[in-house]
């Protein structure tokens, strides 16, 4: 499958890693596609990434965009409605779109705080900026290597929720998080769910904190 990544950094690399490791034909977009040998955030460079990977590419959010038959956000939730601009709402319109991003506000320091919630969320915030786009949220509440390993914890038993305002998107997702192994995902309804996954953040980012790795997992019981 064609597709376009939004954003350059370790999310973006370690997805559009293993989407390129199973024959998908990945571009990864960022804002400045010459600036290769720059680390990015927690990620590697790009060079690297593209060494790794040489059938992946890198280019502007708009290439990537216009390349995918289905995009992923995988962009800071403060840059995420510039970077999906800069990718253009034409190159959006009728595709799906996974938002992997959270609302996280790090200018007061540790632990970030939401920018939105309760009433709104990320997903919903883009889902009404591009409202041609097909939004389906998941993967935003697990470390990036959980995300394209479900095994790394718990031999794979635990829970990834989808939510979206689509059900052809959310189906078409939930067969891609299959192909990687994924079995309990738990669609949550539409994007108004979002605020709820969102929300988990804080409790994530303690529970890192408290058991000093990003390996673990939620998992519904019932
Ligand atoms: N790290 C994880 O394991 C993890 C897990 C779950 C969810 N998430 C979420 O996934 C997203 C990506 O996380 P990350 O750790 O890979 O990287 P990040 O540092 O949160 O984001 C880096 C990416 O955001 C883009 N970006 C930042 N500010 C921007 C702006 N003002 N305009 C346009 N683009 C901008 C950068 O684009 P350029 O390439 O143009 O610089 C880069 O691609 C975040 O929303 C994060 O909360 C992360």
Redesign the pocket.
């Known amino acids: 499958m064609k597709i376009g990544i939004i954003?350059?950094?370790?999310?973006?690399q370690t997805v559009g890693g293993k989407l390129v490791q199973m024959g998908h034909d990945v571009v990864l977009g960022?804002?400045?596609p010459s600036k290769l040998d720059n680390k990015?955030?927690?990620?590697g460079t790009l060079r690297d990434w593209l060494g790794a990977h040489p059938s992946g590419r890198v280019a502007t959010?708009a290439e990537a965009a216009a390349h995918g038959d289905l995009l992923i956000n995988?962009?800071?939730?403060?840059?995420?409605i510039?970077?999906l601009t800069?990718a253009g709402a034409q190159n959006l319109a009728g595709k799906v779109l996974i938002d992997?991003?959270?609302p996280?506000d790090f200018s007061k320091g540790m632990p970030p705080t939401l920018f939105v919630k309760d009433s709104d969320s990320l997903g919903e915030l883009i889902q009404r900026t591009f409202p041609d786009a097909k939004v389906v949220k998941t993967?935003?509440?697990?470390?990036?290597d959980v995300?394209i390993n479900p095994a790394l914890v718990h031999h794979g038993d635990h829970t990834i929720f989808v939510c979206g305002n689509d059900e052809g998107a959310k189906s078409a997702v939930s067969d891609l998080l299959k192909t990687l192994g994924w079995h309990d995902i738990l669609d949550l309804g539409d994007l108004t769910a979002a605020r709820g996954t969102e929300m988990l953040l804080p409790i994530w980012i303690r529970l890192w904190g408290t058991l000093r790795t990003?390996n673990f997992q939620f998992k519904i019981v019932r």
């Not at 995988?74 to 995420?80: F, K, L, P, Q, W």
């Not at 993967?139 to 990036?144: I, S």
């Open positions: 954003g350059s950094a370790h999310v973006a960022t804002r400045d990015k955030g927690g990620g959010n995988a962009t800071n939730g403060d840059g995420a510039n970077a800069l992997i991003s959270n996280l993967w935003n509440t697990m470390t990036a995300m990003g």
